[in-house]
């Protein structure tokens, strides 16, 4: 197969340029599609906490075929071997796969999606053949060229290779977390048989489209610890801050389009580590931030501001609504029985609103601040609205 090297290079230039995987995804699939001539392809991905190979796109196959699918990652499936060894399968006769049977799949190439550098074959077997071309190299392995001249055996074909790669500590490492998922690529319809070069090509991109996945994961995690808080995994104080400021400006533009603020404190919070412990206190904190999430909605903005003491921010809703969402907490809050951690709380609030006019973050926190001292000087577990 005939490889347009320029429009291959620009497909690895801007799939590493994004930070968004899902848009790295969207871009190899259409990047893929355009540059290689197969019948039909698919990607799959693995959820890890589900340990599943879950189809998510596909090109040839009938609409939902490969998005429906959900493969175990378990030994004995074709589709989730390469997860295991990290080596592609192409040129298989394969005829004991119920899904393969399912799709139809009588020529096809399996590719992981490896998301970082794997050991060399070449170090771990100590191989000591210097003119053979995967000798030296961090990327190309025996398995994806025709004349290696390791102990495996050289003038093998792809399945015999793979028996002999079988006892090899490289195949033997079964990394699942290294590798993102597979690409599927068919050509059962044309009958076209896939070449070596066809294999290494899509295993080079392959490696490149799982470091720049892996990289946008790392970088979504680096911003999730700057603006989520570490206990709660709910917003933290320097994100609230942010988005308060934004909502402002917004409000001082548009003054038809109320916010609410809401402080919130758990009453007695000290008593709680005091008679029952740091570990229990921060599975109530945990337990106090799903609950203002569950009851809120997705547009509002919740976090925690600092020990205990919590934050909303209630966009497009005025003093009247702000006082009932409160409410509703505060009752939800003292109603709900916490006799598995051994513990009884409740919460004070402070409300305020701003409408219209200028209005400085300073200024609303201060009076929902002062808002929840009034609530706190009046016996607790109540709300109060600022003056």
Request: aromatic residues 8%.
């Amino acid at each position: 197969m005939s490889f347009d090297t320029l429009k291959i290079l620009e497909m690895l230039s801007l799939i590493q340029e994004d930070l968004d995987f899902d848009a790295i995804e969207r871009r190899f699939f259409s990047m893929t599609r355009e540059i290689f001539a197969f019948d039909r392809f698919a990607l799959f991905f693995i959820k890890h906490r589900k340990e599943l190979l879950q189809g998510k796109l596909s090109h040839g196959f009938p609409e939902g075929e490969i998005e429906a699918l959900s493969i175990p990652l378990a030994d004995g499936h074709i589709l989730t071997s390469p997860l295991i060894s990290g080596a592609p399968i192409w040129n298989q006769t394969i005829d004991s796969d119920p899904t393969i049977q399912a799709l139809g799949l009588v020529n096809f190439a399996v590719i992981p999606i490896i998301n970082r550098k794997r050991v060399s074959c070449w170090e771990v077997t100590a191989c000591r053949e210097r003119d053979c071309p995967a000798y030296g190299k961090r990327w190309l392995r025996c398995w994806l060229i025709s004349d290696n001249k390791c102990s495996t055996g050289h003038n093998l074909t792809a399945g015999q290779k793979q028996q002999k790669c079988a006892n090899c500590p490289v195949f033997r490492e079964g990394d699942v977390d290294g590798i993102e998922g597979v690409l599927l690529a068919d050509n059962s319809l044309s009958g076209q048989t896939f070449d070596d070069q066809t294999i290494v090509v899509l295993s080079l991109i392959g490696h490149t489209v799982g470091a720049a996945i892996n990289n946008a994961k790392r970088f979504e995690r680096t911003l999730n610890l700057s603006i989520n808080d570490d206990l709660t995994h709910i917003h933290n104080r320097r994100y609230f801050n942010e988005r308060l400021l934004d909502e402002l400006e917004r409000v001082n533009r548009y003054p038809r389009s109320p916010i609410s603020l809401i402080m919130i404190d758990i009453d007695l919070f000290k008593l709680v580590n005091d008679n029952h412990g740091h570990q229990k206190g921060d599975a109530v904190l945990v337990w106090f931030a799903g609950l203002l999430t569950a009851k809120l909605r997705r547009s509002d903005v919740v976090a925690r501001y600092g020990g205990e003491e919590f934050t909303i921010l209630l966009i497009n809703t005025d003093s009247r609504q702000a006082r009932e969402v409160a409410e509703d907490l505060r009752r939800q809050i003292e109603s709900t029985s916490l006799a598995s951690m051994g513990v009884a709380i409740t919460a004070s609030f402070g409300v305020t609103t701003c409408c219209e006019g200028p209005t400085s973050a300073e200024s609303l926190m201060a009076k929902a601040d002062k808002a929840l001292y009034a609530a706190k000087a009046q016996g607790r577990n109540r709300v109060c609205l600022a003056e």
